[in-house]
């Protein structure tokens, strides 16, 4: 175990050259993130968890009863034990030859079977209210979250330039502000992953579970890793557009279709703008020139690992791309020198 340790945080892949995760221990002078920080999200996240279950029952459902979704959920299908045990055990949706033998079992028609089968279907889906309820949580905890972060980046100087979230890396202090935004973030984002096998389960589950799990693994590293400048700068301009996308559908549970579409159409200009455009111009603006001669050459050996780590058809494909800036920029470029010294 210590050896799979040891080679998965090599310091050649994660970190510049002639520097060691002991440079980054914390001192008097200066505190560095420690992977022992996000220990504490662990506990946190069941800490929202319960906060969520508190929220839900104390205030989002009595404003969605203020609203007027109706509190019941889908017709529920009558009590038989053989259809339930074809339910669970066997499969959700019977094909013809077997709607024909359990209906010569039952001694009912197969109309009669295809309905039971469709009202018990519709028992597994959460009620109106039940994601209203979950989709106020989620706006009310996104709309603190992206205040929070506009409010603490505005004072930064990497959000006006995104240069000098590498400047100096990776001896950038830990501040009190950076430590809570990503431990706020990875609570959350745990608690969302525990909730998906206690809520009832839906078709989405893998997509969203995966999601959140990369979510998780972002987060972490970044802040391992000492990324934590960039991090906040693409957890904010992630959080812009999820605030609009659950307003929406409450406004869509509620049945207020004119405000519904208003958003949504707000939702998708956000999202096309902030993670189509901002987003990968701020990643241009600071990666191709944010090295200066002598971090260029130190960058060269991490970026050798990965070409030794990566599939050669994986790389091949994702090198059009850096290869592309790389002859736009010239040939006394820093992008030029980085790609020259992996040839």
């Not at 106020?136 to 409010?151: A, E, K, P």
């Not at 006006?160 to 830990?174: A, D, I, S, V």
């Amino acid at each position: 175990m210590a050896g799979i340790l040891a080679w998965f945080w090599n310091e050649r892949f994660w970190l510049p050259h002639n520097v060691t995760w002991a440079d980054l221990k914390n001192t008097d002078e200066a505190t560095f993130p420690q992977a022992e920080d996000l220990y504490v999200a662990c506990p946190l996240a069941f800490c929202i968890f319960m906060i969520r279950l508190v929220f839900e029952r104390f205030i989002a459902r009595p404003c969605a009863l203020g609203l007027k979704i109706q509190a019941n959920g889908p017709q529920k299908a009558q009590p038989n034990a053989i259809l339930e045990k074809v339910f669970t055990a066997i499969t959700k949706h019977p094909d013809e030859k077997r709607l024909e033998g359990l209906s010569k079992q039952l001694d009912w028609d197969v109309r009669t079977i295809q309905r039971w089968f469709r009202q018990r279907r519709n028992q597994e889906k959460p009620s109106t209210l039940a994601r209203f309820c979950e989709s106020m949580w989620r706006f009310t905890f996104y709309l603190y979250i992206f205040t929070y972060g506009v409010r603490f980046l505005k004072k930064t100087t990497w959000l006006w330039n995104t240069r000098e979230c590498w400047y100096n890396y990776p001896y950038q202090p830990l501040t009190v502000d950076i430590h809570y935004y990503y431990i706020l973030e990875l609570s959350f984002y745990l608690s969302l992953l525990f909730s998906q096998f206690t809520d009832i389960r839906r078709k989405d589950f893998l997509i969203m579970f995966l999601h959140h799990l990369a979510t998780i693994t972002l987060i972490t590293f970044s802040y391992v890793n000492n990324m934590a400048r960039v991090g906040t700068l693409v957890m904010c301009l992630h959080d812009a557009a999820d605030v609009l996308m659950e307003v929406a559908k409450m406004a869509n549970y509620a049945k207020c279709q004119r405000l519904c579409n208003l958003l949504f159409v707000m939702f998708a200009m956000v999202f096309i703008s902030s993670r189509l455009g901002v987003y990968p111009v701020c990643y241009f603006q600071v990666s191709p020139k944010m090295f200066d001669r002598v971090q260029v050459r130190a960058l060269a050996g991490p970026l050798k690992d990965i070409q030794r780590l990566v599939p050669k058809p994986l790389l091949h494909c994702l090198g059009c791309v850096p290869w592309a800036v790389a002859l736009l920029e010239g040939e006394h470029s820093p992008q030029f020198e980085v790609w020259s010294a992996l040839e």
